[in-house]
């Protein structure tokens, strides 16, 4: 695969070249745009100026992409091609970036959940609120822990400066193909904006709620009862931001989210049959247990003091409180207490509970005698409570965790030759602890007692990069960082089976260290934007996910390598026209036997297809509009003994129709699988914990409208 990625990298770098010096420089001059830049960097660099690659999807897109669907992870791997395929439940198990974990952020306040990962970040904030997604690609630690495989901000709304009020309105409904009444979803926002001069606000809030799924034989689609599903559910989201110019350099600003996606446990699930190809389905009933739920509290003070000797600081306080309730189940007396009757089953479910408490601080100066020197220094502390609870029982199937962590860190930043060069390079040193106090194991895994302990680590973590615009519009960049995270360690205490263990001396909650190496060229000039990279990133001591005895997942240590390469470009016609392609392909190992060989496949909760998207808009008779966009994922086998995880790739096609009714809104009527395609999702296929299970056979939706009207006054 290597030689491919090179023969690729080499063909399309020329074709890059050549596209540069082709363009004319008087006419790129005069469509130049203005700079972005990107918050989630911590720095104020240009997004071009940045030696990895970035990806920022806009307002605009989202708002072409809720007709299709809500769910954030479906929005950003429509733009990501290395994302993996959603789910379509409200777990991500199994999804990631690169093939490694992204660290989610609500401007800049951390929502993912490493220590027990439950897989649930992109649930955590209504797509109405959001004003920009900042995407930057692979392994770093300039937000601190998490970011093994890239980092993924939500940037919030803000009214413009001296702005009258402003109210956005949307309402939709949602169809499934033949219209059946259980499958109607019906959605509302509300979000008001204003500018009163010294102070500022911005507060929303919006409501879904969905019908059941329906695939493309008209058969509900199987409800997940252990990892909780989007379908047959109710979101709330209300939202608030404030913000006081107290002087001219000075600001602060309130953000509090309250977030609730709850089910509505009005169906069960009747299994499938894998060997026969038909899929688990869903008919009306009471499922046993809590409904599966995510509650994602979040709150942020910021302070910007720009002009303090001569640099701008910015400061930031926030807590975060999480709680994701799972699905239940006896799962072969698995979660019995010992206390049974002969034969019989005790029924349970778990709940997640994360409470976040931390601050972040940085300092950026450009005055200090160099030329072109920019220097960005800040200290980082979060504190990190975790546990997990059987919550019909009452006992903690994951003891209480904290992990906290001090993470002072700068970075260099220097442009040469008129900012044609830029050179980077940075350092972070994090000192981490993780405390955890006697426990036992539940009885499942041998009512293990567990001594506590506090390990404690330091990492110093590196980062290099440059970039050199060759001609006007064509710009070379490589960089190498790297990335720190915990395991799950959550998944690693819970499973202790073995008398005499503490946890001072557990290897497998040592931190993952994972790097990325990246090599790329963007173009940009006209109506063309253009963007290559390939990466390869490696980690000593990772993390893999397999399925035990039980299909519950747990981890194992193990040396990974990754490998990919991305293709993306876009091309704005003098009219309104614009046409886009992106594609990644990604190939990922690790050493499974311990024979000190990097040479057995990473799965599909690992690593996801490699894929090509492709999408076109157009504007004609004033007020038309039409957007069309084709996913498709590619075949993938796996070097395991059988062929039961191998992948059979599908093809999805999305439109969108929409009419500009002037002072009266936009009126859109979108088509999610305009075709119809039958298929059964990616995980479905091909993750090892599915492939023996009936229960995990699921199809994805089939043809479903959106007719949606949304409106500012």
Request: hydrophobic content about 35%; aromatic content about 10%.
């Amino acid at each position: 695969m290597q030689l491919k990625f090179l023969w690729v990298m080499g063909a399309s770098a020329a074709a890059l070249s050549a596209a540069a010096i082709a363009q004319d420089d008087t006419a790129q001059a005069e469509q130049a745009e203005d700079t972005v830049i990107v918050q989630a960097a911590r720095r104020p660099l240009p997004v071009e100026d940045l030696p990895s690659k970035i990806r920022i999807i806009d307002r605009g897109t989202i708002d072409q992409q809720i007709g299709f669907s809500t769910n954030l992870v479906d929005i950003i791997g429509q733009r990501v091609p290395s994302f993996s395929p959603s789910r379509q439940k409200l777990s991500g198990a199994g999804e990631s970036f690169r093939g490694r974990e992204p660290l989610y952020l609500i401007d800049g306040v951390p929502q993912s959940n490493p220590l027990r990962n439950g897989s649930r970040d992109g649930f955590t904030i209504d797509p109405a609120v959001i004003e920009s997604i900042e995407i930057l690609f692979g392994a770093n630690a300039i937000q601190g822990v998490g970011a093994t495989g890239g980092v993924i901000n939500f940037v919030t709304l803000s009214p413009q400066e001296g702005a009258d009020w402003e109210f956005r309105t949307e309402a939709a409904i949602t169809a499934s193909n033949d219209f059946d009444g259980d499958g109607t979803g019906y959605r509302g926002s509300l979000t008001a904006l204003k500018d009163f001069g010294a102070l500022d606000l911005v507060t929303s809030v919006a409501v879904e709620e969905r019908g059941a799924f329906y695939d493309a034989d008209g058969n509900r689609i199987g409800v997940d009862g252990t990892q909780g599903d989007i379908q047959d559910s109710l979101t709330t989201n209300f939202f608030v931001k404030t913000g006081w110019d107290i002087d001219p350099d000075t600001r602060l600003q309130f953000t509090a989210n309250i977030y609730e996606l709850e089910g509505d446990g009005d169906y069960v699930q009747v299994v499938g049959d894998r060997d026969t190809g038909v899929p688990a389905t869903s008919v009306r009933g009471d499922p046993e247990g809590d409904a599966p739920t995510n509650t994602v509290n979040t709150f942020s003070l910021d302070l910007t003091r720009q002009n303090l000797l001569g640099g701008d600081l910015v400061l930031q306080g926030f807590y975060r409180e999480f709680e994701a309730i799972f699905g239940g189940g006896t799962f072969g007396g698995f979660f019995n207490t010992g206390n049974e009757a002969p034969g019989e089953l005790t029924f349970d479910q778990s709940a997640n509970n994360s409470n976040k408490t931390g601050f972040k601080g940085t300092y950026t100066h450009s005055e200090l005698g160099v030329e072109g020197l920019t220097v960005t220094g800040g200290l980082d502390w979060i504190r990190d409570k975790t546990f997990q609870e059987l919550i019909q029982t009452g006992r903690l199937w994951v003891p209480e965790t904290v992990f906290e962590s001090l993470a002072p860190f700068i970075q260099f930043d220097q442009q040469l030759l008129d900012e044609r060069i830029l050179l980077s390079a940075g350092l972070r040193h994090e000192i981490a602890s993780l405390d955890v106090d006697d426990y036992t194991t539940i009885f499942s895994s041998g009512s293990t007692f567990v001594s506590g302990g506090s390990p404690d680590f330091e990492e110093t973590l590196f980062n290099v990069g440059g970039s050199f615009e060759v001609v006007e519009g064509l710009r070379l960049y490589g960089s190498y960082a790297e990335g720190f995270t915990m395991p799950d360690v959550g998944r690693v205490l819970r499973a202790v089976n073995t008398p005499g263990q503490d946890v001072d001396t557990l290897l497998n909650v040592e931190p993952i260290i994972a790097d990325n190496t990246e090599i790329g060229a963007s173009f940009e000039r006209g109506g063309l934007s253009a963007n290559i990279a390939y990466f390869w990133s490696e980690s000593d001591f990772g993390q893999r996910l397999f399925a035990n005895a039980q299909n519950i997942f747990e981890v194992r240590r193990e040396p990974t390598e990754i490998e990919g390469i991305e293709v993306s470009a876009e091309y704005q016609f003098d009219g309104p026209y614009l046409i886009g392609a992106s594609y990644a392909a990604l190939e990922g190992q690790s050493d499974q036997d311990d024979d000190g060989r990097i040479d057995e496949d990473l799965g599909a909760e690992n690593i996801s297809p490699d894929r090509l998207n492709l999408y076109g808009s157009a504007e004609f008779l004033d007020h038309w509009s039409v957007f069309v966009q084709l996913n498709h994922f590619f075949d993938r086998e796996f070097n395991d003994p059988t062929d039961v995880t191998d992948f059979d790739g599908y093809t999805l096609v999305d439109a969108n129709v929409g009419y500009d009714l002037g002072t009266g809104g936009r009126v859109e009527l979108s088509a999610q699988n305009l075709f119809n395609e039958d298929y059964i999702t990616y995980i479905s296929q091909a993750s090892s914990s599915a492939a023996s299970r009936n229960d995990q056979f699921f199809a994805g939706r089939g043809r479903t409208l959106t007719l949606r009207w949304t409106a500012s006054f």
